[in-house]
């Protein structure tokens, strides 16, 4: 069973768009929620992580958007570029998990020139 | 150049057949890990390692083998066990100075049945 259930599973947005991916978790022991962005044939790579006591968290043109009371958090890509295109997963761990995260299944975004 | 270097890249097993996928760090972190990536499935993790000649399961160990012998290295046996091994295979490693929790990634392996 899924402890991150992701959604959607792809997605396609115009250059300058602003896709939107959305992750729920269950386990009110997570306290770190990272996103990782993986290009094909690649490993993943940590794009931006956030921990339950902010809402928000901006990098560059990544954000990250948590609500702990509905226990969801996002990321938005604004002004997305075609170089953006990628998969993107959602993750989840507990403070003394160690790097043992609980991954989403992945969204494929493709951003359109 | 630091990093973790996982091969080989493609990897074919016959029938009962057991195959090791290599995986070398330089980046002198602790804790190593093993992901198997399926397509719409995520990351599940095999198997992962705090400090040498200690590891553990994780979620899919059936089927897996692992060895520490060496902070550097963690290699993966996928033995005759596992009946569905065509996936793309992923170590990993954390332990930066600050965070246990940021995950360096391989390049991956993609492990196909003939």
């Known amino acids: 069973q899924q402890q991150v259930k992701q959604s959607p599973q792809s997605l396609i947005v115009q250059k300058g768009g602003i896709p939107i991916i959305n992750c729920a978790y269950e386990n009110t022991a997570f306290d770190y929620f990272p996103w990782y962005q993986q290009f094909p044939g690649k490993g993943p790579a940590l794009l931006i992580a956030?921990?339950?006591?902010?809402s928000e968290k901006k990098e560059g043109r990544f954000t990250i958007s948590f609500n702990k009371s509905a226990k969801q958090f996002s990321l938005h890509i604004m002004d997305s570029q075609p170089g953006d295109s990628a998969t993107y997963f959602c993750a989840a761990s507990g403070a003394d998990s160690w790097g043992k995260l609980q991954f989403g299944a992945g969204t494929q975004v493709v951003v359109t020139p | 150049d630091g990093g973790i270097t996982q091969s080989p890249k493609y990897l074919f097993r016959k029938e009962g057949q057991n195959v090791t996928l290599s995986c070398e760090q330089n980046l002198n972190h602790d804790a190593m890990y093993w992901y198997r990536q399926d397509p719409g499935q995520g990351l599940r993790l095999i198997y992962y390692s705090q400090i040498v000649n200690d590891f553990q399961k994780g979620d899919i160990a059936e089927g897996y083998s692992v060895s520490r012998e060496k902070k550097e290295s963690f290699p993966l046996t996928v033995t005759s066990a596992q009946k569905n091994p065509t996936a793309f295979y992923l170590c990993?490693?954390?332990?930066?100075?600050?965070?246990?929790?940021?995950?360096?990634f391989g390049s991956g392996t993609q492990l196909s049945v003939l």
């Open positions: 990993a490693s954390s332990g930066e100075q600050g965070t246990n929790e940021k995950l360096f």
């Open positions: 956030i921990r339950p006591d902010v």
